[in-house]
């Protein structure tokens, strides 16, 4: 049985930071793409930050670029997302996603075989 757990949500200020953690249990770690997502009240899932198998390939939304930092521990794994300049529009529900398969990264949602129930991030201005 997968299971993705994420943890490290909070309320924090703005300009604030948090690492959130996504633990994975049940799957070939390391052979998975990783990613996360968030959806905010009244909006849509929207792609936040993806990694590769090795860690060695990124990609991140225009709205976090230069703000979040996506990584992965396969030993433990586990996926991290920090957040620095933490801002009031990233308040949402954060999800871990992973893709089994290919080793392709996408931002597409429905790529992405397994969701962990979320993280609650309230960035308070």
């Known amino acids: 049985q997968v299971q993705l757990v994420e943890s490290g949500g909070g309320l924090v200020q703005a300009g604030g930071s948090l690492r959130l953690s996504c633990a994975a249990s049940?799957?070939?770690?390391?052979?998975?793409?990783m990613a996360w997502f968030r959806q905010a009240p009244g909006k849509e899932r929207e792609f936040v930050a993806t990694i590769s198998w090795s860690g060695g390939s990124t990609l991140y939304a225009d709205s976090v670029k230069g703000r979040a930092t996506i990584s992965r521990d396969n030993a433990k794994n586990t996926v991290y997302l920090q957040m620095d300049s933490l801002k009031p529009e990233d308040t949402a529900v954060y999800y871990c996603?992973?893709?089994?398969?290919?080793?392709?990264?996408?931002?597409?949602?429905?790529?992405?075989?397994?969701w962990g129930q979320g993280t609650q991030v309230t960035v308070s201005s």
């Open positions: 049940g799957v070939t770690f390391s052979r998975n793409v």
């Open positions: 996603a992973a893709k089994s398969g290919t080793p392709a990264i996408t931002r597409v949602p429905e790529r992405y075989d397994y």
